[in-house]
């Protein structure tokens, strides 16, 4: 299922632990091209951002962190050519890109239907709560 999304390659960081980014180096030939944090753990967020190549790699945040953890990065780092951006929402704009991506679902173009893990009544929307907590669910559709 990975490959109809378009990457190539998962690690599992908890099991791997502090080999991650020694791991990914030796995986990818100096370091991955781009990489994908979604969880919003500010390690996995910090060891995202060295497992990509020191001259291009670029990072994408899409978990969020709790308001009170703060990311340490060496600046040195972006100097070489890494960098490191937010991805809230697929950097969408609501009004101009959501009905874009409806007409691609619509029309068959896309596969949104194999990211949806849960469908919940809306009585049990404190469930789909407990559920992304426990880190169970990836996405869960409110039926109303």
């Not at 790699?57 to 953890?69: E, F, L, Q, R, S």
Request: with cysteine; aromatic share 10%.
């Amino acid at each position: 299922m990975r490959e109809s999304f378009g990457a190539t390659h998962f690690l599992n960081a908890e099991a791997l632990g502090d080999n991650l980014v020694k791991d990914l180096f030796a995986l990818t030939g100096g370091g991955a091209d781009y990489s994908f944090e979604c969880i919003g753990n500010i390690h996995v967020m910090r060891q995202a951002f060295d497992s990509t190549n020191p001259y291009w790699g670029k990072t994408i945040i899409v978990g969020i962190a709790g308001h009170d953890h703060q990311l340490a990065l060496n600046p040195v780092a972006f100097m070489t050519g890494r960098s490191i951006r937010g991805g809230l929402f697929g950097g969408a704009k609501g009004r101009t890109d959501v009905p874009k991506v409806v007409d691609w679902y619509m029309n068959g173009d896309i596969n949104i239907a194999d990211l949806v893990t849960h469908r919940l009544r809306l009585e049990d929307i404190n469930e789909g709560f407990e559920l992304m907590r426990r880190g169970e669910s990836i996405r869960s559709v409110i039926l109303f």
